[in-house]
């Protein structure tokens, strides 16, 4: 059970919105800056957003993140078939002095 | 260019000892925290622990600190990550990582690690 909560998979069709929700608490969330990472099978995982909200370079703008309280979500606007991958959000836990991540969301481009 | 390079997929028996390592390059080594994370089959993404190369100062998930160490070798720009005590299910994916701004930004490509029986 992981300590931050993602849905299991989210789907859209091609130029669609989507959101991936990332739920924690006081102690991650609530207290620390999210990062997100996108990981397709047999890569190494990319960052994405961090910062909550900042893109590094290379990452493209359809992709952006924002956070309130405990929660954070990530969103891909203008969804592309190369989006197709898992998605982990991660953040520092003050409670377990360790870095979290989410269960992961599969994103499905139908 | 930022390149982290891992060393090769390992093949191991429960009960006994690895040690896995991670090469620097294209930034000071010193200057970034290092992360070990790593996904079992069908699993997610799970934090190892990390280490301030500049120090030697490491902090580890709960769960494993009793069977991991993570070393850094400043003369050579390398981490290892020893885990020790090994188990069937920590069969998994290792992944070093280095942290710039707060967040894990560049990863290396991965070493596999099947523990058998």
């Known amino acids: 059970q992981s300590v931050l909560t993602q849905p299991p998979s989210v789907s859209g069709t091609p130029g669609q919105r989507v959101a991936i929700s990332c739920s924690g608490s006081?102690?991650?969330?609530?207290?620390?800056?999210v990062s997100w990472y996108q990981h397709l099978p047999g890569t190494a995982p990319r960052l994405l957003i961090y910062?909550?909200?900042e893109r590094p370079s290379g990452v493209p703008d359809r992709f952006s993140g924002s956070k309130s309280g405990t929660s954070a979500s990530l969103a891909i606007s203008g969804l592309q078939s190369e989006d197709e991958a898992d998605y982990f959000c991660?953040?520092?836990?003050?409670?377990?002095?360790?870095?979290?991540f989410g269960g992961g969301t599969k994103v499905t481009v139908l | 260019e930022v390149q982290l390079v891992q060393s090769g997929a390992e093949v191991k028996k429960a009960g006994t000892t690895v040690k896995i390592s991670c090469r620097v390059s294209?930034?000071?080594?010193?200057?970034?925290?290092m992360h070990w994370v790593r996904q079992a089959p069908g699993k997610g993404l799970e934090w190892v622990g990390h280490?301030?190369?500049?120090?030697?100062?490491?902090i580890y998930a709960e769960h494993l600190q009793a069977r991991i160490t993570i070393t850094a070798d400043t003369s050579i720009d390398t981490i290892y990550l020893e885990m020790s005590d090994l188990r069937p299910d920590d069969t998994a994916v290792f992944y070093c990582?280095?942290?710039?701004?707060?967040?894990?930004?560049?990863w290396g490509q991965g070493t596999l690690l099947t523990v058998s029986s």
């Open positions: 280490i301030d190369p500049e120090d030697g100062e490491t």
């Open positions: 990582a280095s942290e710039a701004s707060g967040s894990l930004d560049y």
């Open positions: 910062n909550n909200t």
């Open positions: 294209g930034y000071v080594f010193t200057d970034y925290y």
């Open positions: 991660s953040v520092w836990d003050d409670s377990l002095n360790g870095r979290v």
């Open positions: 006081s102690s991650n969330i609530g207290s620390d800056t």
